[in-house]
């Protein structure tokens, strides 16, 4: 059987990261794109020649040229730049929509079956707009974040209980902005919800509440310390987990920004929800009841988001 095939569009910090860990785990064989000449090329050569030294079989490629990526099972895109100190994420919004229009147009023409993962910030919008110039079906594009946020707030709860991170689970839902939503209720240690762990005196509610809030902030507070850029080692760990459920089919139930047609009363964009990935892309859409603080944290999230899709709308007319 030939080996899947995955395309990396943005060979930045996210972009190389990826690859290299596509490679560990043997994946696929990979294409790195990027508008800067040489970065794809030197950063592919330089992983395949840890492949002696790792053991693992994957070819690479770099490549300047959309053509490469022609026939991508996977493709994940990064394209684009990222924040720096004193920004939001939102800042991006001009620059990388434009980005976002380039890569659709490329995609559309060389990889329209693929399943495609963005990344590139703002993140729900830019899901929106890359939909849009591909036209992709909307089971076949999702956003990372979820994963990523999850991510965050389980690291700070495995911290505060001391236990392994492998026996803590966490939701986080809605836009990737500072007003994402963490969902207590339905995260855990050892099966055991949050609110309860409080109860038990495990912890204390403060201290949960401080948690939720720096997971909130958690992309900022990794560039206030990098300066140069953001986060990029749990970034690509979180989108290769997404990828690996997609080829192989291991239908793991993550949260991430999904097409949403009515589901959580939402019409028409991209918003993290759990969803099932398997072979056929997004496969279901797990709608969690909320309570009415939920709720309205979900729907201010929501807002946000189409905030910035108006914006979208306004800077570039055939989005409208
Ligand atoms: N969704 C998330 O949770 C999340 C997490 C971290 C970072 N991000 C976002 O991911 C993006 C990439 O981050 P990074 O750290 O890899 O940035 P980076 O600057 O290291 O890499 C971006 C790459 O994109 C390339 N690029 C720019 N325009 C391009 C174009 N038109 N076509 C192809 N390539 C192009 C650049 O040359 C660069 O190599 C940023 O927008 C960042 O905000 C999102
Ligand atoms: O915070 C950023 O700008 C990057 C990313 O969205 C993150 O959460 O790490």
Redo the contacts with the bound molecule.
Sequence with gaps: MARHKIAL???????GTLAHLAGLKELGDVVL????EG?PQGKGLDIAESAPVDGFDAKYKGANDYSAIEGADVIIV??????KPGMS?DD?IGI?L??ME??GNGIKQYAPNAFVIC???P?DA?VWALQKFSGLKPEKIV???GV??SARFRHFLAEEFNVSVKDVTAFVLGG?GDDMVPLVRYSTVAGVPLPDLVKMGWTTQEKLDAMVERTRKG?GEIVNLLKT????YA?AA?AIAMAESYLKDQKRVLPCAAYLSGQYGVNGMFVGVPIVIGENGVERIVEVEFSADEKAMFEKSVASVQGLIDACKQINATLA
């Design positions: 569009i943005g060979a930045g910090q996210i972009g794109f990027d508008i800067a970065i990064t394209a684009g730049v990222p924040r994420r991006l990388n434009k980005v380039a890569v990344i590139t910030n993140l830019m956003g990372m974040a990523l946020d990737h992309g850029g953001s986060a990029f970034p979180s």
